[in-house]
C-alpha cells in the first residue's frame, strides 16, 4: 500500500499531465506518426503556359510558366536561376529508346539494343522489359530530382506500336510506363505521358499530364481527352508549316484546340525555341 505522501504525489503528477494533454503508458515510448511515403508534387493546371526548347539557348517568352529542357543538356546553374525566378522545369529524356549520345548508357548491354529509328541516327529502340534498362531510367530520375526538375517528359513510350526489335506486347507496355510514373512520384516528381494515344484510357490515372505531338495534323486530338476531362494538361505541338503560312488553317488549329482544352503551339522539329505560333 502506498503511503499518503507519495499517493499525493502520484495524483498530483497524472493531473499535470492530463491538464497538458500528455499521456505516457509506462514502459512505453512515445509511437512517432508514418512518415508519408510519396513527397507532394506538382501539378500544371489544365491552362499552364508552357515552352519547350531542347536545343540552343533559351530565351523564355512572356507568361512561361512551365518549361521543357533537355535532363542533360541543360546547366543546373541555368536550372536554378530559372527555379529562382518562379518557373517551373520539365526535365526531358528518352525512356524507350537508346541514344548513343548520352553520358550514361554505357552500362546497358548489347542485348537490349534494338532496330534504329527511322530518321534519328544513332538512336535505338530498348528493350523496356529488361531490368537494366529499368535501372537506368532509375538513375535518371534520381538526376532529375538532384537538379530540383519538378515533372519529366519520358519520352518514346509506344515501341510496343513499333519496329522495335523486340516481341513487346501492348501488356508490356502498360506494364513499363506504369513503372516510370510510380518511380517519378516515388521522388516527387510529376510525369507526362508522350503521345501513346492508344493506351491513354489505361494510363491517365498514372500520369500528371499529356505531351503530345501533332494531333491536329493527324485528326486524332480526341484521343487526348481522358486527360482534358480529368483535369490535367495536354501540350500539343504542331510541326506542319500551313498552320503558321495559311491563316484559315491556323483558325481551324485554335479554334480546335480550344474545344479540345489543349495548349496547342507550332514548333520547329529543331525543338530550338522558334516559335511560330501559339493558340494560348
Not at 510529376?190 to 501533332?214: C, G, M, R, S
Request: charged letters at 25%; a negative charge; glycine letters at 6%.
Amino acid at each position: 500500500m502506498l503511503s499518503p505522501l507519495l499517493a499525493r504525489g502520484l495524483l498530483a503528477s497524472l493531473l499535470w499531465l492530463a491538464g497538458c494533454d500528455v499521456w505516457v503508458r509506462v514502459g512505453e515510448d512515445p509511437v512517432p506518426p508514418d512518415p508519408d511515403p510519396t513527397p507532394a508534387r506538382y501539378q500544371p493546371s489544365a491552362d499552364v503556359r508552357w515552352q519547350l526548347q531542347l536545343q540552343g539557348n533559351v530565351t523564355l517568352q512572356t507568361g512561361t510558366q512551365l518549361l521543357e529542357v533537355d535532363l542533360f543538356d541543360t546547366p543546373d546553374s541555368q536550372l536554378i536561376t530559372w527555379r529562382r525566378q518562379g518557373i517551373r522545369l520539365m526535365c526531358y529524356f528518352s525512356a524507350g529508346t537508346l541514344e548513343i549520345w548520352r553520358p550514361d548508357v554505357a552500362s546497358l548491354p548489347d542485348s537490349v539494343r534494338g532496330e534504329p529509328l527511322a530518321d534519328w541516327p544513332g538512336e535505338y529502340w530498348l528493350d523496356v522489359r529488361a531490368s537494366s534498362v529499368r535501372d537506368l531510367m532509375r538513375t535518371r530520375l534520381d538526376l532529375a530530382q538532384r537538379k530540383g526538375c519538378d515533372a519529366v517528359d519520358a519520352d518514346n513510350v509506344d515501341g510496343f506500336l513499333q519496329n522495335s526489335g523486340f516481341a513487346l506486347r501492348a501488356g508490356d507496355q502498360l506494364d513499363y510506363n506504369r513503372f516510370l510514373a510510380r518511380e517519378a512520384h516515388q521522388r516527387g516528381l510529376a510525369i507526362a505521358l508522350k503521345n501513346n494515344l492508344t493506351q491513354i484510357p489505361d494510363l491517365v490515372a498514372d500520369f500528371d499530364l499529356a505531351v503530345n505531338e501533332q494531333c491536329h495534323a493527324y485528326q486524332e486530338c480526341d484521343r487526348l481527352a481522358p486527360f482534358a476531362q480529368a483535369g490535367k494538361p495536354v501540350l500539343n505541338i504542331e510541326y506542319d508549316p500551313r498552320f503558321v503560312a495559311d491563316a484559315d488553317s491556323r483558325r481551324q488549329l485554335c479554334d480546335e484546340a480550344r474545344q479540345e482544352k489543349l495548349q496547342t503551339q507550332v514548333l520547329t522539329t529543331a525543338l530550338d525555341g522558334t516559335l511560330l505560333h501559339s493558340c494560348f
